[in-house]
């Protein structure tokens, strides 16, 4: 089994910066994808950000050039620095991983809590 494990959430006000981190643990070869979405109350579950092995990461429009994406593949983590955060950023953010041969993994989401 793999298992993600996120921190970082909390209640920021606009303007203001969070970071994500999400570790992934169990046994595995790799892991190809590692990424982030969100859900807010009453909406789907949205793709924030996604980085594969080898090519550059892609972002959803709403946070392009206030997010970041990153990983450590030596610590089979992901990072999400989140800057100019707006109100309609709150959410619950998941982690996402595709692990080889494996299969998709999430982990229990941390809640992202922007206040105006």
């Known amino acids: 089994q793999v298992q993600l494990v996120e921190s970082g959430g909390g209640l920021v006000q606009a303007g203001g910066s969070l970071r994500l981190s999400c570790a992934a643990s169990g046994i595995f070869f790799s892991i190809n994808t590692m990424g982030w979405y969100r859900q807010a109350p009453g909406k789907q579950r949205e793709l924030v950000a996604v980085?594969?092995?080898?090519?550059?990461?892609d972002y959803a429009d709403s946070v392009k050039g206030r997010f970041t994406i990153s990983r450590d593949n030596a610590k089979n983590s992901v990072y999400l620095q989140m800057n100019s955060l707006k109100p309609e950023d709150t959410a619950v953010y998941y982690c996402?991983?595709?692990?080889?041969?494996?299969?998709?993994?999430w982990g229990q989401g941390t809640q992202v809590t922007v206040s105006s």
């Open positions: 980085i594969i092995n080898g090519r550059n990461p």
């Open positions: 996402n991983a595709i692990v080889s041969i494996i299969g998709t993994y």
